[in-house]
């Protein structure tokens, strides 16, 4: 998206956010050990050292899904962006939740560098994170890239990298039933069957920011242990 298209304090905010979000999705994925260490490279953002997939279908997925989520985040309809890591039966073992909200009633020009100061320290939180999440399972690597079709619902995904032992998956939350939209990116998003707990999670907050015109909230969401047993 050209910054000329996004003039408004929500576009220019949600532009902000969303390329925040592409470069924090694939922290999260390094992070996991998901794939070699050799599948990332080092790269600086916001003046930070991250991670960037080096392979350009990993790499184009990440980038799609959160992109198609700018429209929706500049009108406010997406409450929550989510990286799920599910074990070999298909059941969530533990989520990355993303809790947005942009003031839609904010009229004042976006202060860009104060904006990305704020959500920089999202970037360095995550990568001393690690101590917080759990291991995954050891497998092999099977990527499973989905062709989908045409259609939106609440809660939706787009790329699943599929394991031996488990997978992952980029799902959003949305606080109302989106339209169909024409733009290409939108086109990548479909309806999810993702199983959900049955008991309220554990929560470990990891950052917060306050402010105008976004707060942003990032915290892990494991089974709680009666689940876990059950």
């Not at 939706?156 to 959003?172: D, K, M, N, P, Q």
Request: proline fraction near 7%; aromatic fraction near 10%.
């Amino acid at each position: 998206m050209e910054r000329s298209e996004a003039q408004s304090p929500e576009g220019e905010t949600a532009r902000i956010l969303v390329e925040f979000l592409e470069v924090a999705v694939t922290s999260i994925v390094f992070l996991k050990e998901v794939y070699p260490a050799g599948a990332f490279e080092r790269r600086r953002y916001m003046n930070v050292v991250v991670q960037r997939a080096r392979h350009p279908e990993l790499r184009e997925y990440i980038h799609s899904a959160v992109n198609g989520l700018l429209p929706f985040i500049q009108k406010g309809q997406v409450e929550r962006v989510a990286v799920i890591f599910f074990n070999a039966d298909n059941i969530p073992v533990e989520r990355y939740i993303f809790k947005l909200m942009i003031n839609q009633s904010y009229g004042s020009k976006v202060e860009e560098g104060e904006l990305e100061f704020s959500l920089r320290s999202f970037l360095t939180k995550l990568s001393v994170s690690q101590s917080l999440s759990k291991v995954l399972p050891n497998g092999s690597l099977q990527p499973n890239y989905l062709s989908v079709p045409n259609l939106l619902h609440q809660m939706i995904v787009v790329f699943v990298a599929s394991f031996l032992c488990c997978r992952w998956e980029i799902t959003a939350y949305f606080r109302s039933l989106p339209q169909v939209d024409t733009s290409k990116d939108a086109e990548f998003w479909i309806p999810t069957n993702t199983q959900q707990w049955q008991q309220p999670p554990l929560i470990t907050p990891i950052k917060s920011m306050n402010s105008d015109p976004l707060n942003v909230q990032l915290y892990l969401e494991h089974p709680s242990f009666s689940e876990t047993k059950s």
